[in-house]
């Protein structure tokens, strides 16, 4: 089989021809179908952060396939499912964050495409008990950017507390801010898009922000405070600091500022002003089983769409060109199996009018 293998940080993939694995234990094997290419798997190829994955690796963690094959401890899966490879590939189900609905803080949790082998490649394991349930009502390409850039956003938005009417601004509007305006809008806020391309902010107000600022061309935050007094939680998607920056500054009193955009650097904050304006700012990462379920519940009833763009699996090294260079609207995904494993599977081919 196919893999797009990080052999050096800072290189372009490169593609193995590996023998397909073997699922172990709580382990299912799947055919990967879609896989969507999020900015943190530029960061993992780049080595950008603190803790760098072992390399090789292959990338990928919004990967979308059927179950061939599973381990002799799995109950919860069988051949054939339609299962995703969220972030959040494994965790140990006995500490006090994975005992407290914080799966996502357990320290000895294992991650796609990053301490264990993504969906950059044509079979992928996942452990049973954490991979993701595809409805089959959902197309598997403008899934997969929900298992990932969608839960991320849709938990970043719970954890700025706004609440329906009250406003909210995305700052970046890529593949994690365009699902967030939807998931924005879904939860009945008033959304405030920034971003420093205008075609990514002609995005957003198709998908319903109800206003939107160029960060490169306007002091957003001082635009954000005239208009409407501030926003009452601001999520930050942009891979920036000084992105980060600038969002607290777009808070209003008493406001939330939630970082999900993981630029490796450090951001000033004025201890003054976070004071006497009641600020707080918090840190968001993925989000638990139970929120992809409920961000995948969303998509399945039609509330967000992710706006998506194919590319053939060997494109893959393009594509992260193009993300580095902001090129990218939307999400692109990656097909490597796509019809042909449904046709297989004797699974009826379809097609969808936007995907
Ligand atoms: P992307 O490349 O698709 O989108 C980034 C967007 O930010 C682009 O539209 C870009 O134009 C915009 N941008 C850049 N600088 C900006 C600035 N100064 N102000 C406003 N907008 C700016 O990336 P993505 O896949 O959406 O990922 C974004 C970030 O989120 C990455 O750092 C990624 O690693 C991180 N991430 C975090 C989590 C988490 O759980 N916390 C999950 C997934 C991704
Ligand atoms: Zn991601
Ligand atoms: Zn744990």
Known sequence: MRAAVAREFGKPLEFDDRVVPLPHGFE?????????????DLHAVGGDWPVKPALPFVPGHEGVGRVVAVGH?????????????????????????????RETLCPVQRNSGYTVDGSFQDYMLVDSRYAARIPESLDPARVAPILCAGVTVYKGLKTTGARPGQWVVVSGIGGLGHLAVEYAVAMGLDVVAVDVADSKLVLARELGATFTVNAAKTDAAAEIQREIGGAHGV?????????????????????????????????PVSVFDTVLNGLTIKGSIVGTRGDLAEALDLAARGKVHATVTKHPFADVNRVLDDMRDGRILGRVVLELAGDLAREEAGYPTRQFANA
């Open 28 to 40: 299912a094997l799947v055919r990967v179908e879609y896989t969507g290419v999020c900015h943190t």
């Open 73 to 101: 401890e799995v109950t919860s899966l069988k051949v054939g499912d339609r299962v995703g490879n969220a972030w959040l590939w494994s965790a140990c189900g006995e500490c006090e964050y994975c005992t407290s609905g």
């Open 235 to 267: 999520l930050v998607t942009a891979p920036s600091e000084a992105a980060v920056a600038q969002a607290v500054r777009m808070a209003r009193r008493g406001g939330t500022i939630s970082l999900v955009g993981l630029p490796s650097g450090t951001f």
